[in-house]
């Protein structure tokens, strides 16, 4: 018995970085998923391993059962209904593990990845051998979530095949989970989150499980009914980052300029609120389409200001800022920054000769530019197929 589970990608229209401290943030789920496969050996398999093949990175790791239950026998393995912290004293245990994988020096961002989805798979399946498979189209470290998406997929997968979720097990086709379980599925993948990011917000696993769009704030979300259909091209700067190291700058200029940054998140909170209102706004309302969107364009523009007061801005990132504006288009950063990717909104009345230009313009600089529909479907799993 298998079970395939797929997690969308997500872009921050507003309050990425502010967000963990407590400002609201604007997010919505792409079309571009990571899918987590989970298989359990058969008896005549005579197989006592847990394997995790990463697909597209080509990589495949493997730990005897014995192995882990050596190493992971001095951890408080939790309950699977329980989410629970990964300590710090576990994630050593669980990294001097993934240490002895070799992984290739130019690689090595996976690790915490593989941390997670260690702590994730033996707090929810215990000491069961099985073999994972991952393939994501999400491009990795670049601001599109694909840590969320990993998590929230891997939670999906470990949970339908455990007592805390009561599914149809028959089922083919692509099926979600009910409310309940979501919440739980939520708060485990946001426990792998933090061991990937450091100190995450919970933006990002929040809308990879419910999909479409949200409002988040301090850790609770508001379901957006979007009323403008919004759609941006995403420029991929191919400049690699860290979400972890960017979130710890920022909170490191928090403690250096408190006021100040104070400041800028409470701007921030303004324009997320003001962006989520335009967004639901009636259709037919005192303002066109065409000045909602000016107005949605003024917003990225003063947030993407404010993130570079944040310091997480990059000369990558200027240059799409640049190129963009030459055709009066408006770009903010999306997700950590530092490098990754930047929305541009494309206005509803834009030519397609615009866009394009801009596209052929941007990737004449190295960059890649993709486009994603926007909203969708959150987690989502099926059973039977082959990983
Ligand atoms: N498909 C995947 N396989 C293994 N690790 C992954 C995968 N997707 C994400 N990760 C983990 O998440 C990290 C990237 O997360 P992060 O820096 O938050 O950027 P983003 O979430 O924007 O892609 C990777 O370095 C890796 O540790
Ligand atoms: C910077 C932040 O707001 C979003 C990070 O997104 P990503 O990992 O860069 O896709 C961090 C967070 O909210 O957890
Ligand atoms: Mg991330």
């Known amino acids: 018995m298998e079970v395939k589970a797929r997690a969308p990608g997500k872009i921050i229209l507003s309050g990425e970085h502010a967000v963990v401290h407590g400002s609201t943030a604007v997010a919505s789920s792409i079309d571009l998923y990571t899918y987590v496969s989970l298989r359990f050996p058969t008896p005549s398999d005579n197989d006592d391993a847990l394997r995790l093949q990463l697909k597209d990175i080509g990589l495949e790791f493997s730990w005897p059962i014995g192995r882990l239950k050596e190493v992971l026998s001095e951890l408080d393995i939790p309950n699977s209904s329980v989410p629970t912290s990964c300590s710090t004293e576990s994630i050593k245990l669980l990294a001097a593990l993934v240490d002895e994988l070799n992984i290739p020096e ?23 051998p099985a073999t994972v498979v991952v393939t994501s189209e999400l491009p990795l470290g670049s601001g599109l979530g694909s840590s969320a998406a990993l998590c929230v997929a891997l939670s999906g997968a470990l949970l339908s095949f455990s007592d805390c979720a009561s599914l149809d097990l028959s089922h083919k086709e692509w099926t979600t989970f009910g409310e309940s379980e979501l919440e739980l599925l939520n708060k485990w993948a946001f426990e792998g989150e933090k061991i990937i990011h450091g100190k995450p917000s919970g933006i990002d696993n929040t809308v990879s499980t419910y999909g479409n769009m949200i409002k988040f704030r301090s850790g609770s979300l508001t379901r957006i009914k979007s009323n403008l259909t919004l759609k941006m091209l995403i420029t991929n ?11 710890a700058g920022v909170s490191e200029r928090t403690l250096r300029h408190p006021e100040a940054m104070a400041s800028v ?23 066109s389409i065409t000045e909602k969107e000016a107005k949605i364009e003024e917003l990225m523009e003063m947030n993407q200001g404010l993130l570079q007061c944040m310091g997480v801005s990059h000369a990558s990132i200027e240059t799409v800022l640049r190129t963009t504006l030459k055709y009066k288009l408006s770009s903010k950063l999306t997700g950590a920054g530092g490098g990754g990717c930047v929305l541009t909104l494309l206005p509803t009345l834009l030519s397609g000769t615009v866009v394009d230009k801009v596209t052929a313009e941007l990737e004449s600089c190295g ?12 987690v989502e799993i099926r059973f039977g197929g082959s990983l």
């Open 265 to 287: 998140f409470n701007a921030v909170d303004s324009i997320s609120t003001e962006v989520a209102s335009i967004i639901q706004s009636p259709a037919p309302d005192d303002l």
């Open 367 to 378: 960059f890649h530019c993709l486009t994603a529909a926007i909203g969708g479907n959150g």
């Open 106 to 128: 130019a690689k090595i961002g996976l690790g915490a990845g593989v941390v997670a989805f260690l702590w994730l798979y033996a707090s929810i399946q215990g000491f069961k």
């Open 237 to 247: 700067t191919k400049v690699g980052r860290n979400t972890k190291a960017l979130v």
